[in-house]
């Protein structure tokens, strides 16, 4: 049993670090566009307002993308993604994403 755990958390942090950012340069790009449109939108402001603070490839131990909501169940998978910071105006506004169309504001 404790072996079993060892292995789990061994491969937890293994699959949680940052991909290499030579391999999120190109892929990222739509992803950060999307989430800059969405944002510009929901604020009523010019896509050119807001700043790209960081950008972090992560890998979510789940479906939420890190995000978790009461009374939602979420698939327990690994699902790579990235953790977007975007700035304007003064203010942070943290958005986390999958590798696919999935991307959602994240209130910490």
């Known amino acids: 049993m404790i072996g ?5 958390l061994v491969g937890y942090a293994f699959f ?9 340069s190109g892929c ?6 999307r989430t800059k449109e969405g944002l510009a939108n929901c604020r009523g402001i010019d896509k050119e307002q807001i700043a790209v ?7 979510w131990p789940d479906t939420s ?6 009374g939602m169940v979420y698939a327990q998978v690994v699902t790579r993604g990235y953790r977007i910071l975007l ?5 942070i ?7 696919g169309d999935r991307v959602i504001y994240c209130q910490q």
Do not use: F, M, W
């Open 28 to 33: 990222v790009e739509p992803v950060v566009d």
């Open 87 to 91: 700035s304007y105006d003064g203010r």
């Open 53 to 59: 603070a960081t950008v972090k490839a992560v890998n």
């Open 93 to 99: 506004s943290e958005y986390h994403s999958d590798q």
């Open 65 to 70: 993308l890190g995000c978790l909501k009461s």
């Open 16 to 24: 949680s670090g940052a991909l290499s950012s030579d391999s999120i």
């Open 4 to 8: 079993i755990i060892g292995l789990l």
